[in-house]
């Protein structure tokens, strides 16, 4: 029964140790994608060609700045460009 009770502990710990290096794993995995997953929002966001905020975050951004206006009662000047063929 003592022997029994030895190999079942050994089996629990070697289990224990497997189980451990599983969780490390996927915490590994999971930072990873966290990364990933960050640098494809910035793509979504950013225009790769100028490095600025694409239009609808610019967007985005122009209605949060309207909003905080509105709330506190404030002024908001907005300047905006188009410039056409900009890419060519």
Same mark, same amino acid.
């Given at each position: 029964?003592?022997? @029994? @009770?030895?190999?079942?502990?050994?089996?629990?710990?070697?289990?224990?140790?497997? @189980?451990?290096?599983?969780?490390?794993?996927?915490?590994?995995?999971?930072?990873?994608?966290?990364?990933?997953?960050?640098? @494809?929002?910035?793509?979504?966001?950013?225009?790769?060609?100028?490095?600025?905020?694409?239009?609808?975050? /610019?967007?985005?951004?122009?209605?949060?700045?309207?909003?905080?206006?509105?709330?506190?009662?404030?002024?908001?000047?907005? /300047?905006?460009?188009?410039?056409?063929?900009?890419?060519?």
């Amino acid at each position: 029964e003592t022997e @029994l @009770l030895r190999e079942r502990t050994e089996e629990l710990a070697r289990l224990n140790r497997e @189980l451990n290096s599983q969780y490390r794993d996927l915490q590994a995995t999971e930072s990873a994608l966290r990364e990933a997953n960050m640098e @494809l929002q910035m793509k979504m966001e950013i225009d790769p060609l100028t490095g600025l905020l694409n239009n609808q975050r /610019i967007y985005e951004k122009l209605q949060g700045y309207v909003d905080n206006s509105r709330e506190n009662k404030e002024p908001l000047s907005v /300047i905006m460009f188009d410039i056409d063929h900009f890419k060519k």
